[in-house]
């Protein structure tokens, strides 16, 4: 029975990983080897791994690979993804292909602005509270001076405050609902500085007011952060061609257009189908948040929203066929940065930003939003012909082939044998054997 620990923040990495040995891996062979196999041998990289999170024993690594052939408004673009699932790297980059040799993808940043909240109680009239604000607003406005003083230099920082009434939906419920500009940066930790600071000021104006001195009831602050949800921070990205390039083997090219569109229709229709749709769709954005160190967790979670902003969760893709015009787009929320953070620190990261050519977060959005949509190009130009399976489980092969502990010999007929035979694990794990024997 493992026992609890105090201190254990202040262990060294070594003492970290021998209380994990006597407490949870006791039957794991060679498990101290395992991890300390993949600490940086370079002392000082390690030592700026280590400071990225708390209690650090090792590093986890994931593949660094390159979608290459992204034509992007007539620019040319390698893009640097980050992800364990094979074949999304080699569906990005056929698709990439695909559309390079008819056109590209056109994109375009729409909106840019960020949000955060105070979030307020307050029971008592709601005429006091909205005198008080419309009094206190310069002083909310003025309190933050210092906080944004660089970024408003570089044309950014606290757009509007407003007071919102949200009451209907919880009984004594208010917001200070703040919109920020914060340019190449990410902006989290500028808005809530930003944010706690015009709480506190709030707090502190409202003890000494008036509208609230004779009732005593005051507005009480319950917390002030930033919101991941972010509809007025957008990026659309497209392509389009005639029905006549779109020949798939021996698909019509108006054939494979319709399936194209209906199965879009399918995932605004179906929530089931939509959250698979638009997982796909993220497989190929949260490859390059990661490789760009953005946050993709935020990504997501304002990315779901968005796609439920109707009531009802739908596809972020849209398709349509017109006048034997075939379009495809993607309108999505997306909040990044190039500048502060792990875009300053981690040293791969600074690489996958040198390979996007120094891109600016409005660059950035649209390479993101393009490979979100080669994605989903690719999910479903698969699924409406030979399914999906076919070309994921050739990439899959040489997943199976390793956990198997095949030789490079091996691995190299299995290639040959399954490129023309179905790849399971069990095929594969047959294979093997009657090759071996």
């Not at 407490?23 to 101290?32: D, S």
């Not at 790297?89 to 056929?94: C, G, K, L, M, Q």
Request: charged share 20%; hydrophobic share 40%.
């Amino acid at each position: 029975m493992p026992s609890p620990v105090s201190g254990f923040s202040k262990k060294t990495k070594e003492e970290k990983i021998d209380w994990l040995l006597a407490q949870y891996l006791q039957e794991v062979p060679n498990a101290k080897e395992t991890l300390s196999q993949y600490w940086n041998t370079d002392a000082s990289l390690q030592a700026l791994h280590d400071d990225f999170i708390e209690n650090t024993i090792t590093n986890y690594y994931l593949p660094l690979g390159i979608a290459p052939n992204f034509l992007i408004n007539d620019r040319l673009f390698a893009i640097p993804m980050v992800i364990e699932e094979s074949s999304v790297v080699a569906a990005a980059s056929n698709a990439a292909k695909f559309w390079m040799e008819r056109g590209g993808f056109k994109t375009k940043v729409i909106s840019t602005q960020k949000n955060g909240q105070v979030y307020l109680n307050f029971f008592g009239k709601k005429e006091s509270l909205t005198t008080f604000f419309t009094e206190i607003k310069p002083k909310l406005v003025e309190s933050i001076e210092q906080v944004q003083k660089n970024m408003t230099k570089r044309g950014g920082g606290l757009i509007a405050i407003e007071l919102k009434d949200c009451t209907e939906a919880l009984g004594g419920f208010y917001q200070l609902h703040c919109t920020f500009e914060t340019l190449d940066a990410m902006g989290a930790n500028f808005i809530n500085s930003c944010l706690e600071t015009i709480a506190t000021t709030f707090k502190n104006e409202a003890k000494a007011h008036q509208s609230f001195g004779q009732t005593h009831q005051y507005p009480e602050v319950v917390m002030s952060i930033l919101s991941n949800f972010v509809p007025e921070c957008l990026v659309r990205a497209e392509v389009s061609c005639h029905v006549s390039e779109l020949e798939q083997n021996d698909i019509d090219g108006t054939d494979f257009a319709k399936k194209i569109v209906r199965s879009v229709a399918i995932a605004h229709a179906e929530p089931r189908r939509a959250v698979t749709h638009n997982k796909g769709i993220m497989n190929g954005i949260d490859a390059v948040i990661l490789a760009t160190g953005n946050d993709f967790r935020a990504v997501e979670a304002g990315v779901h929203a968005y796609a439920s902003k109707n009531g009802q969760y739908k596809s972020l893709t849209h398709a349509s066929l017109e006048n034997d015009i075939f379009s495809f787009w993607i309108e999505i929320p997306l909040a990044l940065g190039t500048v502060g953070g792990l875009t300053t620190l981690h040293p791969l990261v600074k690489i996958a930003l040198e390979i996007l050519q120094k891109p600016t977060a409005k660059e950035l959005m649209q390479i993101v939003a393009a490979a979100g949509l080669a994605q989903n190009f690719a999910a479903l130009r698969s699924l409406v012909t030979v399914g999906i399976q076919k070309g994921h489980m050739k990439m899959h092969l040489m997943n199976i082939l390793n956990s198997l502990e095949a030789s490079p010999s091996e691995k190299d007929k299995a290639v040959i044998h399954f490129d023309k035979n179905a790849v399971s694990h069990t095929a594969v794990a047959t294979y093997l054997t009657h090759l071996r024997s």
